[in-house]
């Protein structure tokens, strides 16, 4: 019989995932995580990484796998995974894209309109008791207001597809301005927060889009705006929102991700002009299959010799 193949986890996998891996590999789940002596004993026959969108795959890790081949990422996002470092070694790197898709933008235009018609708040007023006293205050109209795209890849079209069906006005910003798109390019976050009235965030996390909404861009984005971040954390500078949103230099915002996941600031859970979820962007059991089939399809796909099915660009 062959040997098994000794795959490695790097985050809390979902359970059907978890299932598939065991039913065709050795698992050490999370062993580098918390015991020394085990991981130590495993790590040189360790020949894949099975991840999340969050995990942490350093290069110090990397380099205490002599035999690993290839990191199979559950999740679009692979910003916690140290490609340059894999690339060097001839490690694949894979990820689930396209299949999250719609998942993301539906929940991108979820939050928007959550949070200008204060949905949760309305779920609130009625649980409480409140509607015998009479209506709730008026809210914000999202039909027809000015969108802007931060990141305008697969997920962002998505979203604008979604917007353009409420009548929303679109603009967005990437790296580069994208001649083919029907939509306005502005060149900074900045510039297109002052031109919109949504600003919804959806650009790969990492080091290059770092707090790349900062106190300026909020401040271009102004009182009557709202911030809707749907990407990573890391790319919104939560210290100076968490001011934005008590001072009220923006309206509010929608955030589904967060600086230190899965803590949220206390300031931040602490205001009415938020609506929070635990990032949960891709969680539908319909998307997390696909997810899943995705993922464990590569490392499938590599231990077979097989081309793999979503590579990383
Ligand atoms: C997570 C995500 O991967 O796709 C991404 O980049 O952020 C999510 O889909 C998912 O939560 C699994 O941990």
Do not use: C
Request: net charge neutral; charged share 20%; proline share 7%.
């Amino acid at each position: 019989m062959a040997e098994p193949i000794d795959v490695l986890t790097a985050a809390r996998l979902w359970p059907p995932m978890m299932e598939a891996l065991h039913g065709a590999f050795r698992v050490h789940d999370r062993t580098h995580q918390g015991d020394a002596a085990a991981f130590a004993a495993v790590a040189p026959r360790i020949r894949a990484i099975s991840g999340s969108g969050e995990s942490k795959v350093p290069r110090e890790l990397i380099a205490q796998l002599p035999k690993l081949e290839v990191i199979s990422v559950f999740g679009v996002g692979y910003d916690g995974v140290d490609v340059a470092a894999a690339r060097e070694r001839g490690i694949s790197v894979t990820n689930t894209p396209d299949v999250l898709n719609d998942e993301v933008a539906d929940l991108a235009i979820g939050l928007a309109i959550a949070v200008a018609r204060r949905i949760p708040q309305a779920d609130r007023y009625v649980r409480e008791g409140k509607w015998p006293g009479g209506p709730m205050p008026l809210a914000r109209k999202m039909s027809g207001a000015r969108l802007g795209i931060v990141g305008l890849g697969r997920i962002g079209n998505a979203i604008a597809k979604r917007a353009e069906a409420f009548g929303m006005t679109i603009a967005y910003t990437s790296r580069n301005a994208r001649p083919e798109s029907p939509y306005r390019y502005l060149p900074s976050a900045e510039a297109l927060a002052a031109e919109v009235d949504f600003l919804v965030v959806i650009t790969p996390g990492g080091a290059g889009t770092r707090k790349l909404i900062d106190a300026k861009a909020l401040k271009a984005l102004g009182k009557d705006g709202y911030l809707i971040n749907v990407a990573r954390g890391s790319v919104v500078d939560e210290a100076a929102l968490i001011e934005a949103l008590q001072n009220g230099t923006i309206a509010g915002a929608g955030l589904d991700v967060f600086e230190n996941e899965p803590n949220v600031p206390a300031a931040l859970a602490a205001l009415d002009n938020v609506v929070l979820t635990p990032h949960v962007g891709s969680a539908t059991w319909q998307t997390r299959h696909a997810m899943g089939d995705l993922a464990f399809g590569n490392l499938v796909a590599h231990f077979a010799g097989k081309p793999l099915l979503s590579p990383v660009p």
